[in-house]
């Protein structure tokens, strides 16, 4: 029988194989990430039917003769190249830019795919829809910080982020090296008086201010509770009331200019007169106003100021309930260069007040800070054993010497808070993917937590690769181990979220290679038909 028979019949046989590969190219046109495959063909073994002669003397070589036995695929490619990327609305369909696959489960074996259009089921798996495997990652603790197991994706959508207490607030801002005093005035609160050269008098809410002298022979006796508005005005309205209860009824107390108390006595002389709080205050030295002569005057011996400046601090206790924590500054005017003095005010129990709510802030020559970076403000906004834990909050100004915190400058004010770490509680309320990967919850209370991460995959050889169907393929011997790690390391892509990677089969290629394909078959098929054709002939030699 003749050879080329059974090469004609070989070359059939392979561009058929060949046509399944384009059929499949072309099928798979708008399938998700699908990647294109080729068929090519090498030739199988020749007969031998003269062998190769070297040269001799007087003689040149000569060349073999040989006869093909046809032809045999040589092999079937996958063809990685990158898929166009199509934007989607939906924030879980993930396209990888580069090199690399997501990794899926079964709960028994892995597979890798590009195809990226993943769902949430009813678990909180994220999953692959069109079979139910489940996404490989890392999942994150409660903290936030990533494990380094792959597990399966799976976010609780009803899970809650408790409140976490106020522990840090930091500062940033300048304070106006040119301010002028701002003196007190009627309608100042006593909680936020500060004295003439800048010093907080620090009364507290529930404090109890006694007034004691004579007004001629008879006792001064009186008293004001410090309450949350009780200002200047209350002050001079209670020491007149008890001073005229003493007197004949026509001394008065008014607020002065720069803040200072004045008292002027009636018909009687007003002896030893004094204003003591039984607070742990710093009240005493600005209350003793000394004797008065009848129809005289007297004054504090010194006056009062209203904060230069104030700024607001939201923190939350541990059952996270917003505190306010209110910080007046007042630059000190008794010769102490650059130097400012503070004070906070914050919610708490009468009785209780808080520690470490004063401090002072000196500043270099350049207005960087000096000194006072840092002090911790301690309060109790429900009492003690009731409500919320007592709060600790280290307020911090500033490194020394540097310009990253509070700054004096010749420059407005704007002294405000740069952060504060605690939060209320909240709820799972959405998520977003990032390039590399990772999956954030944004919580209902503005809080944004880690919650996984989606890996990528990467192989030694990824054309050695199983098809599995479904988009997905499996490991294999000549593939290498997956080398798992985050997006846009290590050779790997980055991954695009609310994209899908289209199909990279090319359409005119394709189209190409059906009419190469085609007419190989045709010639085979016309090989076989001319041997067909001469084998008669031979047989008709008998008649």
């Given at each position: 029988?003749?050879?080329?028979?059974?090469?004609?019949?070989?070359?059939?046989?392979?561009?058929?194989?060949?046509?399944?590969?384009?059929?499949?190219?072309?099928?798979?046109?708008?399938?998700?990430?699908?990647?294109?495959?080729?068929?090519?063909?090498?030739?199988?073994?020749?007969?031998?039917?003269?062998?190769?002669?070297?040269?001799?003397?007087?003689?040149?070589?000569?060349?073999?003769?040989?006869?093909?036995?046809?032809?045999?695929?040589?092999?079937?490619?996958?063809?990685?190249?990158?898929?166009?990327?199509?934007?989607?609305?939906?924030?879980t369909d993930l396209a990888i830019e580069g090199d690399g696959f997501f990794i899926l489960s079964d709960g028994e074996s892995t597979f890798y795919t590009r195809a990226g259009n993943f769902k949430f089921d009813i678990e909180g798996n994220l999953v692959n829809p069109s079979n139910g495997y489940i996404?490989?990652?890392?999942?994150?603790?409660?903290?936030?910080?990533?494990?380094?197991?792959?597990?399966?994706?799976?976010?609780?959508?009803?899970?809650?982020?408790?409140?976490?207490?106020?522990?840090?607030?930091?500062?940033?801002?300048?304070?106006?090296?040119?301010?002028?005093?701002?003196?007190?005035?009627?309608?100042?609160?006593?909680?936020?008086?500060?004295?003439?050269?800048?010093?907080?008098?620090?009364?507290?809410?529930?404090?109890?201010?006694?007034?004691?002298?004579?007004?001629?022979?008879?006792?001064?006796?009186?008293?004001?509770?410090?309450?949350?508005?009780?200002?200047?005005?209350?002050?001079?309205?209670?020491?007149?009331?008890?001073?005229?209860?003493?007197?004949?009824?026509?001394?008065?107390?008014?607020?002065?200019?720069?803040?200072?108390?004045?008292?002027?006595?009636?018909?009687?002389?007003?002896?030893?007169?004094?204003?003591?709080?039984?607070?742990?205050?710093?009240?005493?030295?600005?209350?003793?106003?000394?004797?008065?002569?009848?129809?005289?005057?007297?004054?504090?011996?010194?006056?009062?100021?209203?904060?230069?400046?104030?700024?607001?601090?939201?923190?939350?206790?541990?059952?996270?309930?917003?505190?306010?924590?209110?910080?007046?500054?007042?630059?000190?005017?008794?010769?102490?260069?650059?130097?400012?003095?503070?004070?906070?005010?914050?919610?708490?129990?009468?009785?209780?007040?808080?520690?470490?709510?004063?401090?002072?802030?000196?500043?270099?020559?350049?207005?960087?800070?000096?000194?006072?970076?840092?002090?911790?403000?301690?309060?109790?906004?429900?009492?003690?054993?009731?409500?919320?834990?007592?709060?600790?909050?280290?307020?911090?100004?500033?490194?020394?010497?540097?310009?990253?915190?509070?700054?004096?400058?010749?420059?407005?004010?704007?002294?405000?808070?740069?952060?504060?770490?605690?939060?209320?509680?909240?709820?799972?309320?959405?998520?977003?993917?990032?390039?590399?990967?990772?999956?954030?919850?944004?919580?209902?209370?503005?809080?944004?937590?880690?919650?996984?991460?989606?890996?990528?995959?990467?192989?030694?050889?990824?054309?050695?690769?199983?098809?599995?169907?479904?988009?997905?393929?499996?490991?294999?011997?000549?593939?290498?181990?997956?080398?798992?790690?985050?997006?846009?390391?290590?050779?790997?892509?980055?991954?695009?979220?609310?994209?899908?990677?289209?199909?990279?089969?090319?359409?005119?290629?394709?189209?190409?290679?059906?009419?190469?394909?085609?007419?190989?078959?045709?010639?085979?098929?016309?090989?076989?038909?001319?041997?067909?054709?001469?084998?008669?002939?031979?047989?008709?030699?008998?008649?």
């Amino acid at each position: 029988m003749m050879r080329s028979l059974f090469s004609a019949v070989s070359g059939l046989r392979n561009h058929q194989v060949q046509m399944d590969v384009i059929g499949n190219n072309i099928a798979n046109v708008n399938t998700v990430a699908f990647k294109s495959s080729r068929c090519l063909f090498q030739d199988m073994l020749s007969q031998t039917l003269k062998a190769a002669g070297g040269p001799t003397e007087g003689r040149g070589g000569t060349n073999p003769q040989q006869v093909g036995l046809g032809m045999r695929i040589s092999s079937i490619d996958n063809i990685f190249t990158q898929g166009n990327l199509m934007s989607t609305q939906n924030k879980t369909d993930l396209a990888i830019e580069g090199d690399g696959f997501f990794i899926l489960s079964d709960g028994e074996s892995t597979f890798y795919t590009r195809a990226g259009n993943f769902k949430f089921d009813i678990e909180g798996n994220l999953v692959n829809p069109s079979n139910g495997y489940i996404v490989q990652g890392y999942m994150a603790d409660e903290e936030g910080f990533l494990g380094k197991t792959l597990q399966n994706i799976q976010i609780d959508f009803s899970q809650r982020l408790p409140a976490k207490p106020t522990d840090e607030v930091s500062f940033v801002g300048n304070l106006n090296s040119d301010a002028e005093p701002t003196y007190a005035a009627s309608n100042t609160l006593l909680i936020k008086l500060f004295d003439e050269n800048g010093n907080p008098i620090n009364l507290h809410i529930g404090d109890t201010i006694n007034f004691s002298g004579k007004v001629g022979t008879t006792d001064i006796n009186g008293s004001l509770k410090v309450e949350e508005t009780t200002n200047l005005s209350d002050l001079v309205y209670a020491l007149q009331a008890a001073i005229r209860a003493a007197g004949d009824g026509t001394e008065t107390v008014t607020v002065q200019s720069d803040g200072s108390l004045q008292v002027t006595a009636g018909s009687l002389d007003i002896t030893n007169l004094k204003m003591e709080c039984n607070g742990n205050t710093e009240f005493n030295s600005y209350g003793n106003i000394g004797d008065i002569a009848a129809e005289g005057t007297g004054s504090t011996p010194e006056g009062s100021r209203a904060p230069d400046y104030t700024t607001f601090v939201t923190a939350y206790d541990s059952l996270g309930k917003p505190q306010i924590i209110t910080l007046y500054f007042a630059k000190d005017t008794s010769g102490v260069s650059n130097t400012w003095h503070w004070l906070a005010t914050v919610p708490y129990k009468e009785g209780s007040p808080p520690s470490g709510d004063t401090g002072t802030l000196t500043f270099n020559s350049d207005g960087s800070l000096a000194t006072g970076d840092q002090q911790q403000l301690t309060f109790d906004p429900d009492g003690a054993n009731e409500g919320a834990d007592e709060m600790r909050v280290n307020l911090r100004f500033g490194t020394k010497n540097k310009f990253d915190g509070l700054t004096q400058f010749a420059a407005l004010f704007s002294a405000t808070v740069k952060e504060q770490n605690g939060y209320p509680s909240g709820t799972l309320d959405d998520i977003s993917i990032d390039e590399a990967g990772i999956i954030t919850g944004i919580f209902t209370n503005g809080v944004n937590r880690t919650l996984a991460q989606i890996p990528i995959a990467i192989f030694s050889n990824q054309d050695g690769l199983y098809k599995k169907g479904d988009n997905l393929y499996q490991q294999s011997l000549n593939s290498g181990i997956a080398q798992v790690g985050q997006a846009g390391t290590g050779g790997r892509g980055s991954i695009v979220p609310s994209t899908l990677e289209m199909s990279n089969v090319d359409l005119a290629q394709s189209f190409t290679e059906i009419i190469v394909a085609q007419r190989g078959f045709q010639v085979n098929a016309r090989v076989i038909t001319a041997s067909d054709q001469i084998l008669q002939e031979l047989v008709n030699l008998k008649r």
